[in-house]
């Protein structure tokens, strides 16, 4: 074989292998079946704090989200909560949490588990 073939199928493997390393990343926690999750929302400034109890059979938090009334899902960010929208503010958004910890992903690659409490609480950028 010649070195563009060799180096063709050299690079086809590296880029399979990197989307299953990545697939199997982001897909590494899923829990299948039925899960019993807490949302907690607080906005200080619409003296909002709210705790919400939801059951769902989704393995990721934006299609929980979509499914309830007032949120809205912007290339993977959390825009709108109980119908507040940030979307054009450029000095406050929806800070998430889940048990405790800041989230790493967007809302899609969020895997959820049973169990688990997302806290949305509008911030001020700093």
């Known amino acids: 074989m010649n070195k563009k073939v060799t180096l063709t199928i050299a690079s086809l493997?590296?880029?399979i292998v990197g989307f299953w390393g990545v697939k199997a990343i982001t897909n590494k926690d899923?829990?299948?079946g039925d899960k019993n999750i807490n949302i907690e929302i607080i906005s200080k400034l619409d003296n909002l704090n709210e705790k919400i109890n939801i059951n769902?059979?989704?393995e990721k938090?934006?299609?929980v989200l979509l499914k309830e009334e007032g949120y809205k899902i912007?290339?993977?960010m959390v825009t709108t909560v109980k119908d507040i929208d940030l979307n054009g503010s450029t000095s406050e958004y929806w800070h998430i949490s889940?048990?405790?910890e800041d989230?790493?992903?967007g809302v899609n690659d969020q895997v959820i588990k049973d169990g688990d409490t997302i806290k949305f609480e509008r911030i001020k950028f700093k």
């Open 56 to 58: 769902t059979d989704e």
């Open 98 to 100: 889940i048990n405790g």
């Open 61 to 63: 938090l934006g299609p």
């Open 13 to 15: 493997l590296v880029l």
């Open 74 to 76: 912007v290339d993977g």
């Open 103 to 105: 989230a790493q992903v």
């Open 30 to 32: 899923v829990q299948q």
